[in-house]
């Protein structure tokens, strides 16, 4: 059995440089600030569908209060000059029962490098095991990659496009 709240993975990229894949931390908030800092206004508006750089404290503590039961949270620790520091991560929030919506975050100069996949794989994971059956996700349609990387996943997956969000469905097999 997963135990969520204490997932810690590593994972090699195409790069052959080592990444660590763990759980959120509340103590992470200066490491997010720190990387949406480094985050170039096309990833930002990507992610959040707008270009944001500032975490109020009600933003802090929705995203950082994980329960790991209905919200699981996921950071990318890498390696940057002798310390660890972090670079993105990835998410999902129960919506109903057996559905969660899946989000992702990752600074622009380690895209690319297969950290995507191995996000929503450990997030398939856990969430598999959690009980899910579907994740579901709001991308723009010009984010290719995230695209790329959820027909990648392995998983059955069904779009519908609403002017300049494509909705994603992925089912687990």
């Known amino acids: 059995m997963i135990d969520a709240a204490n997932y810690l993975a590593t994972e090699t990229l195409r790069d052959g440089r080592t990444i660590t894949i763990r759980t959120q931390r509340p103590e992470d908030l200066d490491g997010w600030r720190t990387a949406l800092a480094r ?17 109020s404290e009600q933003e802090a503590h929705y995203f950082l209060d994980i329960d790991f039961v209905k919200h699981v949270a996921l950071v990318v620790v890498a ?10 991560g990835a998410r999902y929030y129960v919506v109903e029962p057996g559905k ?32 899910l059956h579907e994740l579901v996700a709001e991308v723009l349609s010009d984010n290719l990659p995230m695209l790329r990387v959820f027909e990648r996943s ?11 969000v494509v909705h994603v469905t992925l089912r687990f097999p």
């Open 79 to 88: 390696d940057e000059d002798g310390r660890p520091t972090l670079i993105g």
């Open 154 to 164: 392995g998983l059955a997956m069904s779009t519908r496009r609403e002017g300049p």
């Open 39 to 55: 985050a170039s206004a096309e990833t930002l508006h990507f992610r959040f569908f707008a270009v944001k750089r500032e975490v």
């Open 100 to 131: 969660a919506e899946i989000a992702f975050g990752l600074i622009d100069e380690y895209q690319g490098k297969g950290i995507g996949s191995a996000l929503i794989s450990h997030l398939a994971t856990i969430g598999r095991e959690a009980g």
